[in-house]
């Protein structure tokens, strides 16, 4: 359990931060950098909330607990050593991958397929879900860096991957199910 009694530490004035296994980094470390995108995602989820009801709602607020355990996930390097860890380390499980995928299904299966690319807009829940997607692939590719240089779970990219895919179709379902899309029209302004 997480006890925050003191907001301020003062051991980062000095550029630094601690990771969950104690190690102090850069805060610009690839790492950092990671974890940090994912905590941004979460804010813009949290935005999003605000104009969602009813299933959506609750299935954001999933993906909001789901991203608190990837930044856990993500702020703790070496899970080979997971077990000499002092308390449980929390990891992301293929199991969070799947229900994304089966959302993403669900929500699909109403959907017309799309004859052209999207712009970003419409409702305001659809507006928010396409900046939800675009901070999220900005994660993922952050993720995916980090993974070429330190150990990463594979299971924490997978999510990124499939949660950019599970805004984009929850924007259209926001958008009256694909009816009040805005179609992209190539060269419109030519």
């Known amino acids: 359990m997480v006890v925050l009694n003191k907001i301020y530490t003062r051991t980062g004035d000095k550029g630094e931060t601690a990771l969950g296994n104690g190690d102090r980094v850069a805060k610009y470390s690839a790492r950092v950098d990671a974890y940090g995108t994912v905590d941004e995602t979460n804010a813009t989820v949290g935005l999003a909330r605000l104009h969602a009801s009813g299933v959506m709602a609750d299935r ?3 993906i909001q607990n789901d991203l608190f355990d ?16 002092p308390y449980p380390v929390l990891r992301m499980l293929d199991t969070q991958v799947t229900r994304l995928e089966t ?3 669900e929500m699909n299966a109403d959907l017309e397929p799309l004859r052209s690319f999207i712009l970003p ?4 829940l659809a507006a928010q879900l396409h900046l939800c997607r675009t901070v999220s ?3 993922e590719r952050l993720c995916v860096e980090l993974a ?3 150990s990463v779970n594979p299971a924490a990219v997978k999510y990124l991957n499939r949660l950019s895919d599970w805004f984009f179709v929850a924007s259209r379902v926001a958008n009256d199910s694909g009816k009040a899309d805005i179609l992209w029209v190539p060269g419109a302004n030519r």
């Open 121 to 124: 807009g419409g409702s305001a």
């Open 103 to 105: 959302e993403i299904d």
């Open 137 to 139: 692939r900005r994660a």
């Open 148 to 150: 070429s240089m330190e």
């Open 60 to 62: 954001l607020a999933a």
């Open 70 to 85: 990837l930044g856990a996930d993500l702020c703790r390097p070496d899970m080979e050593k997971d077990n000499e860890a």
